[in-house]
């Protein structure tokens, strides 16, 4: 079956540290992958996307992401989170164009929280 | 550039009313356009996607329906409204061929009272 997991519900993280939230996914085909973000009360911005080619790749707003195959993992990064950066992240696969194909599977989402 | 709007922002409806959302996108032509529901700590489910005017897919039995009157004219409807209608509902959007990814409107607060 086609899902996408994301083990983290809630992470908190300090001003300036790190920042690593999970996403693995099962899909029977080329994935094609993404991160949005959501705060209180908004739509989901999309974030980066990954498609092929380099599996490092670089989003909006610092943020990264790094596709690894072998682990069917698509984890989201940014070097030093700011307190704007609170907010919920959904990770998200898809698999092409054309009818429910071009659906895309969401993660339940991880709420970032940031301590000044 | 492409933009998608939501209206209303929020609405507050009593059980047994009917039920109006409307999305327009602008900016792209023959878009894909999807409605999901979003419940808290659900996560998004999926509602109904159309991939041209007057096609309509429905992902779950439910108590709501969709139309797409117009090319860039997506509409979610009740006519009765339930309790568990109440979420925030998010119309979103994806272009043609070779392009993956969707775009989401602001979205509308719906509670059911």
């Known amino acids: 079956a086609q899902s996408v997991t994301q083990p983290d519900i809630h992470i908190t993280v300090s001003e300036g540290a790190s920042l690593e939230l999970r996403c693995n996914y099962s899909y029977g085909a080329t994935p094609y992958l993404f991160w949005y973000v959501q705060s209180p009360g908004q739509g989901l911005q999309l974030l980066l996307k990954y498609f092929s080619g380099d599996t490092l790749v670089q989003g909006i707003k610092g943020f990264e992401a790094e596709f690894k195959r072998s682990q069917s993992s698509f984890n989201l990064r940014k070097p030093s989170v700011h307190w704007s950066d609170a907010a919920e992240y959904f990770c998200a696969v898809g698999g092409g164009y054309g009818g429910s194909q071009g659906n895309l599977i969401f993660g339940k989402g991880t709420k970032l929280s940031v301590k000044p | 550039s492409q933009t998608i709007h939501q209206w209303p922002a929020t609405l507050v409806q009593p059980v047994g009313s009917p039920l109006s959302l409307e999305c327009t996108v602008e900016?792209?032509?023959?878009?894909?356009l999807y409605w999901y529901r979003q419940a808290a700590g659900r996560g998004l489910q999926l509602l109904f996607y159309?991939?041209?005017?007057?096609?309509i897919s429905s992902e779950v039995p439910q108590n709501l329906s969709a139309s797409r009157p117009q090319d860039r004219q997506f509409i979610l409807s009740s006519k009765k409204l339930l309790l568990s209608d109440s979420g925030f509902y998010l119309c979103?959007?994806?272009?043609?061929?070779?392009?993956?990814?969707?775009?989401f409107g602001p979205g509308t607060r719906l509670t059911v009272t």
């Open positions: 900016g792209t032509s023959n878009p894909n």
């Open positions: 979103a959007w994806r272009g043609g061929l070779g392009y993956y990814e969707q775009y």
């Open positions: 159309s991939v041209g005017i007057g096609q």
